[in-house]
């Protein structure tokens, strides 16, 4: 089965401070996406990406960027982490199959 | 705003009787949805998946009636086990058009009691 390798997988992060959250998959999926997940709001796309060098906004992209450099990997960055974002974020990656990776859980104090 | 919708947001049923989770949209462009299944603690995962071409899928105890005039679909399981105790996503693609996008409903909480 396809893999999709997060890291970190837990985080605890000061207000101000910087993230980046990293994804890794080797099944030469051209989409790759960027998700958290909050009770009651199920997953939430923050970004997105149809190959290297291309990032799309998903439906909550403040306070977020992404970058994918390469087909495998694809990042999450937090400029200024608030602890707002305090929530387990999910990177996935295929087509009409997609997977999910582990997930990273982001505590920001 | 909500593009995919689910009700209920949870929902308790004795083992062997049929589950009825729904969902609809509003985006005229989605083509494809699938569901996919979430475990506590786990990593959701695709179950079944449906395209505009198709007004019913099925696989095993699982299947996808789709109302596209309406844009709602439901997914039924049979014979519901403790074992499909999870929370369902249903999600949404223009997959034949851009094909890039993929959104997730709010999910429904499903507990199977034995």
């Known amino acids: 089965e396809a893999a999709v390798t997060q890291s970190p997988r837990n985080k605890v992060a000061v207000t101000g401070g910087k993230v980046t959250l990293s994804c890794n998959q080797t099944?030469?999926?051209?989409?790759m996406y960027w998700y958290r997940q909050d009770t009651g709001h199920g997953l939430r796309l923050i970004h997105y990406?149809?190959?290297?060098?291309?990032?799309e906004k998903g439906d909550i992209p403040d306070g977020y960027k992404a970058s994918r450099p390469s087909q495998e990997n694809f990042s999450l960055i937090l400029e200024l982490a608030t602890p707002s974002q305090t929530s387990v974020y999910f990177c996935?990656?295929?087509?009409?199959?997609?997977?999910f990776g582990k997930g990273t859980r982001l505590t920001v104090v | 705003q909500q593009q995919v919708r689910q009700s209920p947001q949870s929902l308790t049923v004795w083992e062997g009787e049929t589950t009825i989770l729904n969902c609809s949209y509003e985006?005229?462009?989605?083509?494809?949805f699938p569901w996919y299944r979430q475990f506590p603690g786990k990593s959701p995962a695709l179950l079944i998946a449906i395209s505009l071409v198709s007004n019913k899928k099925e696989d095993g105890r699982f299947t996808i009636f789709f109302n596209k005039r309406e844009k709602k679909l439901s997914l039924h399981i049979t014979d519901s086990q403790p074992g499909d105790s999870a929370t369902y996503f249903c999600?949404?693609?223009?997959?034949?058009?851009?094909?890039?996008?993929?959104?997730f409903g709010t999910g429904t909480l499903l507990s199977v009691k034995p």
């Open positions: 999600a949404a693609s223009d997959y034949g058009g851009s094909g890039n996008k993929l959104i």
């Open positions: 985006d005229s462009t989605f083509d494809y």
């Open positions: 996935a990656s295929g087509e009409t199959k997609v997977f």
């Open positions: 099944n030469n999926h051209n989409n």
């Open positions: 990406s149809y190959g290297a060098g291309s990032t």
